[in-house]
């Protein structure tokens, strides 16, 4: 069990559908990340939140809308995903709003656009 | 940017010491090097993370000579379940960009 819970752990959506990932963790962590994992790739870093405020995008599309309510929680708004962005989408969580700390995963969404 | 590079696989046998290389030959005075290990279908797990010299913890020890170009983990007497892709990332408080960049990771496979 991981200390960073993420859900659903499984979504099909069709390209026209508007879904959002959920990650949660009640460790008083401060930064919060997401990222997207092809198959036998490594993650690669989407969006970062210090303190409830986006601090960094990289340059992801914008059919893809994160949102932090407050500093346990974080989701991932999907709106006309395409076919390539079936992915596994991790959700990360660090101490303070440093990223030299250890980064906490969940172990994801995986999930799959028709 | 301090890039990583890694061997993309290594097979062991339980038991074994395994040693994963990395390589990080622009590595800048404030970087840190630190090491995650994943499983598939799931998420990246911390392993080790230092500066300089050695750390060890209750998993693995961390070996960074005195040039910082490179380090090594190192994994004593690893079973089956050590399994696992490696990854190694170098960076520091003021490039956050740079410590969240993943490189190709390292395959371990461990054979009984």
């Known amino acids: 069990d991981t200390e960073v819970t993420q859900t659903p752990k499984h979504l099909v959506m069709g390209m026209t559908n508007k879904k959002s990932l959920k990650c949660e963790q009640h460790?008083?962590?401060?930064?919060m990340y997401w990222y997207k994992q092809k198959a036998k790739k490594p993650p690669e870093l989407m969006f970062v939140y210090s303190y409830e405020k986006l601090s960094i995008n990289e340059s992801v599309p914008s059919r893809f809308s994160p949102e932090c309510p407050n500093s346990s929680l974080l989701n991932l708004h999907l709106h006309a995903l395409q076919p390539e962005d079936s992915a596994l989408y991790l959700c990360?969580?660090?101490?303070?709003?440093?990223?030299?700390?250890?980064?906490?995963f969940g172990d994801g969404t995986r999930l799959s656009i028709l | 940017l301090a890039k990583t590079t890694q061997p993309i696989s290594m097979d062991s046998y339980e038991g074994q010491e395994v040693n994963i290389t990395c390589s990080h030959n622009?590595?800048?005075?404030?970087?840190?090097i630190t090491w995650y290990q994943q499983f598939p279908s799931q998420g990246p797990r911390f392993i080790i993370q230092?500066?300089?010299t050695k750390v060890t913890n209750e998993v693995a020890s961390l070996f960074i000579p005195a040039d910082r170009k490179s380090s090594t983990l190192s994994l004593p007497r690893v079973s089956l379940s050590d399994t696992a892709v490696y990854y190694c990332l170098v960076g520091d408080f003021n490039n956050a960009g740079n410590m969240l960049t993943f490189g190709g990771g390292t395959r371990l496979m461990v054979k009984p």
């Open positions: 622009n590595i800048a005075t404030n970087d840190y």
């Open positions: 230092g500066y300089k």
């Open positions: 460790m008083g962590h401060r930064a």
């Open positions: 990360a969580s660090s101490q303070g709003g440093g990223v030299i700390q250890p980064q906490h």
